[in-house]
C-alpha cells in the first residue's frame, strides 16, 4: 500500500515570501502520479499541480513548483511569491497509474498561513 | 473545467433516519465516483468508488450497509447515511472522473452533515 508522509501540520509566510511544503511518500510502484491539492476554507478542493513520476523535468504553475525527488520519493511544492488567497490547508497526494481503478492517497495536510 | 456539484451542502437530520447526498457531474460523463469522508482539520479518508452500473467497491473497514451507494447514471452518485448517529457527522466530499486521462478527478464543494 501506498502511505504519503506531509510532516509539517502547520505553516506561516509572510506576503510576497516564497514557502516550501514538504511531502515523502512510499510506493513500490514505478509509474505513478503525484499531486498537490489546495483546500481554502470553503472546503472546494482545487488542483494545484500534478507530476508524472516518468517525467524527469519538475512540474510548475506559474507561481507553484515542485521539486520531485524520484529516488528519495520526495515531493514539495515550492509557492513563490505568497498571497492571501493561498491561506489554506495543503495536501500531497499519490495516485498509481492503473487506469480506471486508480485512486488518490492524502497526505495528512499542511495548513499555510499567509500573512500581512 | 469540468463541474460537480453536490446536494446538499448543509444537512441537519435527527439520530436514526437516513439522509441522501447526491453528486452530479454537470458537463461531463462520470464513469467513476468516488466518495470521501473528512473529518474537521484532518485529510480526506476514501470510502468507496462506484462505477457507473455497477456495484460499489468499499475500502476497509467502511460499512456498505450503512453507506449505500448508488451510481446509477453517468452523471449522478448517491450516498445514503442509514441509521445515522452522531458519529457519523462529517464532511462528505464526492469527486468524479470522466473518459479522459486517469489523473483528472474532480471534486464536488462537499456536504456537511450533522446527526444530532
Known amino acids: 500500500a501506498q502511505t504519503v508522509t506531509q510532516s509539517q501540520p502547520e505553516m506561516s509566510v509572510q506576503e510576497a515570501e516564497t514557502v516550501t511544503l514538504s511531502c515523502t511518500y512510499d510506493t513500490s510502484e514505478s509509474n505513478y502520479y503525484l499531486f498537490w491539492y489546495k483546500q481554502p476554507p470553503s472546503r472546494q478542493m482545487i488542483l494545484v499541480i500534478r507530476?508524472?513520476?516518468?517525467?524527469?523535468q519538475n512540474a510548475t504553475e506559474n507561481r507553484f513548483s515542485v521539486n520531485f525527488q524520484k529516488a528519495a520519493k520526495s515531493f514539495s511544492l515550492k509557492i513563490s511569491d505568497s498571497q492571501l488567497g493561498d491561506t489554506a490547508m495543503y495536501f500531497c497526494?499519490?495516485?498509481?497509474?492503473?487506469?480506471?481503478?486508480?485512486?488518490?492517497?492524502f497526505g495528512t495536510g499542511t495548513r499555510l498561513q499567509v500573512t500581512l | 473545467g469540468a463541474v460537480v456539484s453536490q446536494h446538499p451542502s448543509r444537512v441537519i437530520c435527527k439520530s436514526g433516519t437516513s439522509v441522501k447526498i447526491e453528486c452530479r457531474s454537470l458537463d461531463f460523463q462520470a464513469t467513476t465516483m468516488f466518495w470521501y469522508r473528512q473529518f474537521p482539520k484532518k485529510s480526506l479518508m476514501l470510502m468507496a468508488t462506484?462505477?457507473?452500473?455497477?456495484?460499489?467497491?468499499?475500502e476497509q473497514g467502511v460499512e456498505k450497509d450503512k453507506f449505500l451507494i448508488n451510481h446509477a447514471s453517468l452523471t449522478l452518485s448517491t450516498l445514503t447515511v442509514t441509521s445515522a448517529h452522531p458519529e457519523d457527522s462529517s464532511f462528505y466530499i464526492c469527486?468524479?472522473?470522466?473518459?479522459?486521462?486517469?489523473?483528472?478527478?474532480?471534486f464536488g464543494p462537499g456536504t456537511r452533515l450533522t446527526v444530532t
Open positions: 507530476q508524472e513520476a516518468y517525467k524527469q
Open positions: 462506484s462505477n457507473e452500473g455497477s456495484k460499489a467497491t468499499y
Open positions: 469527486s468524479a472522473r470522466g473518459t479522459s486521462a486517469a489523473y483528472e478527478q474532480y
Open positions: 497526494a499519490f495516485m498509481k497509474h492503473t487506469g480506471t481503478a486508480s485512486k488518490l492517497t
